[in-house]
Structure formats: C-alpha cells, structure tokens
Nanobody, 125 residues
C-alpha cells in the first residue's frame, strides 16, 4: 500500500506563497499519477491539481489556474505544489493522493486512493 506524506503548510498572508511537498518513504512516486486536493472547514474535499506519472500532463482547478503550479522531482521522489498569490479562500487542509487514469479535476476526488494525512494552509492577515 502506497504511503504518502504531505508537508509545507503553514500560515501565510494574502498574496504570499507556499510550496507543499508530497513524498513517500516506501514507494516510487513516479509510478503514480498524483493529485493535490483540499478541504476547507465545512466544505467538501475538492481536486486542486494533478500530474500524470509518465506524460507529465497537468490539470488545475479553475480557482487556482495561473497561481498554483504542480511539478515532480523524481530524484527527490516528491511532487510539489507551488502556491503563489494566495487568497483567504485557499485556506484548507491540503492532501495528496494517487489518482487513476482518465480522471478530470472534478472526478478524481471520488477515485483517488492512498490519501496522506494532510497539511494545513491558512491564509490570513
């Protein structure tokens, strides 16, 4: 079973940046498509971004396009989510998970597996 660990969350002011990391102590992440998700208080979990394993295809939710960038560093066995120009509405717990093929940014939350424990992001002045 794939084990995923998120890190990099924290408190940041509006307009600031954070870089989240998703790594695995047990498996090669380049064998998996990886998605980033978030869940704000009182809201359902939603897909934020996705990166395919071999093709490197990426997808983004409309709410983060142009501000967030997903990437992978296979040498470090890590998938990153660079978040710029953060807004208070980005406040949530962020999770990474493995995503099957042929998903959209909307459907992948229902099919993702091997969830990490999450890392909290708070955007506040």
């Amino acid at each position: 079973q794939l084990t995923l660990v998120e890190s990099g969350g924290g408190l940041v002011q509006p307009g600031g940046s954070l870089r989240l990391s998703c790594s695995s102590p047990t498996d090669r992440l380049d064998d998996y498509n990886i998605g980033w998700f978030r869940q704000a208080p009182g809201k359902e979990r939603e897909g934020v971004s996705y990166i395919a394993n071999w093709s490197g295809k990426t997808m983004y939710a409309d709410s983060v396009k142009g501000r967030f960038t997903i990437s992978r560093d296979n040498a470090k066995n890590t998938v990153f989510l660079q978040m710029n120009n953060l807004k208070p509405e980005d406040t949530a717990v962020y999770y990474c998970a493995a995503v099957p093929y042929d998903q959209t940014i909307i459907t992948m939350v229902r099919t993702a597996r091997y969830w990490g424990q999450g890392t909290p992001v708070t955007v506040s002045a």
